[in-house]
């Protein structure tokens, strides 16, 4: 029937059950009731939402779908959902296909093997699910989807949305405040936005197949260099090879049928690396997308006979992935506060909210550094290639120059002999290229928005922007408290940004990120270098931050004291597997496969010497001496990993454990795999156990 293809805006966001459904879906009371509870976060009425749920229902299996799921983003980072059918058993004996509202508002998962941090004694095990209308139900694979919290029935929050959810609230709240200090008065809402540029690597699923570690650990653990890695750039947006493209297409269009934005698709700077990013939208609405853009990307992989590895350091020797948190504050009425305007006025309101980022990331740089540590994560940050592990923001000389004309009460430039006055001199114009490209900088502005870059690519956004939204409230609310109170609100305004300037311009940072001298200047600066997860996460409960935290109603201290033990065990269960994974591959693949190949080398030398009288054999004979000494150490190696893990692990304390793992337990893989990778390199090719980096990283052809 369908001979017509259809377009991408008849299809866009076919799968989702959004405004346009819900009105033409839902009676008109009905969709009056659910575009309040969607605006102005009003609970719904349960006679509504068993209408709105038949309705869901109804729609969702013109679908195909039989089932419903509660889909949640517990602490383990990936979203988890449990099906239940729509099948109820009528009188007759066979069944209608029902849905209500009770089952559409709250679920109660039995989820309790889901990290809680010792939040869920076993008497209270079970958590429910609450729905989040504002982010709008999908149907995907048969299941109609509905987002939702995760919480304890004492009401700890139990998955990263919660917090999330709570600290948009928190930034509404304090942005509203200054908003209206500028007399904005149809202004109703400020939310913040988020637009995530996702990285990734493809791999043909042959090859993966074969590696174990890829496997279990979702990086490479041995590997030595391909000939060839990035270093000509020519992959970088280079032409994409056609089964890539199929794969691209197939992604964008299934994403367009859950209604994301997805925009750009292009390779990256590693060979098998590409990039998505989609176009801005609501921060908890860009959060779910990108969980859903992640789980797309893993199950297309696998249709085109290749897999998608999300972790940040897959490889050694070439970038490793992360994901570009672009992010920024809009009204309802369309104004984004980060938007340096035309006017005065406008750019006052501009730079005041520029202040209250660059103050916000000024005092909270430690616990923004730990919404993003991982044992992934800590590969990327420091590396060459990567957001250093020190928190800076880049401003571009332009900006920076406007700042600090303003801090040092003097002229912006030569030709401008008037002193900067906030609320009377219009910005000069700054090109917005010039703002853009230092990808250096962990924390840039790029002109209208700011673009965190330390975020892991199989990281959720929500816990970065969790911190993001909160500490900028915390500028906001002072702000408001100072300037609310003020005798002369220009006057206030004016020093206020002076004053934020001054304390917090050590943050500021044009240069390169990369820079060796960098890391001395900010030690200089005071600037924390929190260089690895275990360095990083006990930032999480110390007192500012769990003040931060508890004043904007975001995170209870048990809840902060949760997170901290999750992040630690998660960090230990991490490396853990990867270590032990490292030790089976030696014993079961690694040593045989050496062993075996020198056992060959011997034949040869003896055959040789028997054929051809005394001969030295020097290929054979010194190749073979060098294995045998690799095998020796790597045995040897494998040996003192095994006795460290259990050593790490005996440790009673989280925080010790976790620190032995990374001072004991690293250093000895990484002491193994360069023996290994060394082996690798004089092994011939057909008695190597693994495909090899080149197959990996050239494989997709
Ligand atoms: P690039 O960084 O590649 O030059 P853009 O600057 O146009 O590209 O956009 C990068 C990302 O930033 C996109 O996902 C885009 O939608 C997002 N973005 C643009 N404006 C905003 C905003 N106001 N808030 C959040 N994200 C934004
Ligand atoms: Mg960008």
Redesign the pocket.
Known sequence: MDTITKTVPEYFGANVFDDMTMRSRLPKETYKAMTRTIKYGRSLDITVANVVANAMKDWAMERGATHFTHWFQPMTGITAEKHDSFISPDDTGRVIMEFSGKELVQGEPDASSFPSGGLRATFEARGYTAWDPTSYAFVKDGVLCIPTAFCSFAGDALDKKTPLLRSMEALNRQAMRIVKLFGYTDVTSVKT?????QEYFLVDREFYNKRPDLIFTGRTLFGSRAPKGQELDDHYFGAIKPRVAAFMKELDEELWRLGV?A??EHNEAAPAQHEL????TTTNIAADHNQLTMELMQKLAKKHGMVCLLHEKPFAGVAGSGK?N???M?TNTGI?L??PGETPYENALFLLCLCAVIKAIDEYQDILRVSVASAGNDHRLGAAEAPPAIISMFLGDELTAILSALEKETSYSAQEKSLMRVGVHVLPKFPRDTT?RNRTSPFAF????F?FRMVGSSESISDCNTVINTAVAESLCIFADELEHAENFETALHDLIVKTIRNHKRIIFNGNGYDESWVREAEKRGLLNLRSTPEAIPCWIKEKNIELFRKHKVFTEREIRARYEIQLETYVKVLNIEALTMVDMVHKDILPAVSAYGRELGDTIIKKKQAIGALACVYETETLTTLSALTDSIYHGVRALELAITEAKSNKDSFARAKAFETEVLPKMKAIRACVDHAECITGAKAWPYPTYSELLFGVR
């Not at 936005?193 to 540029?197: A, D, I, L, R, S």
């Not at 790029?446 to 928005?449: A, L, S, V």
Request: aromatic share 12%; no cysteine; hydrophobic share 25%.
């Open positions: 936005t988020v637009g995530p540029e934005y925009k750009t990013a989609p176009i801005f570009h672009n992010w920024s809009s984004n980060l938007n853009d790029t002109g209208n928005k673009e």
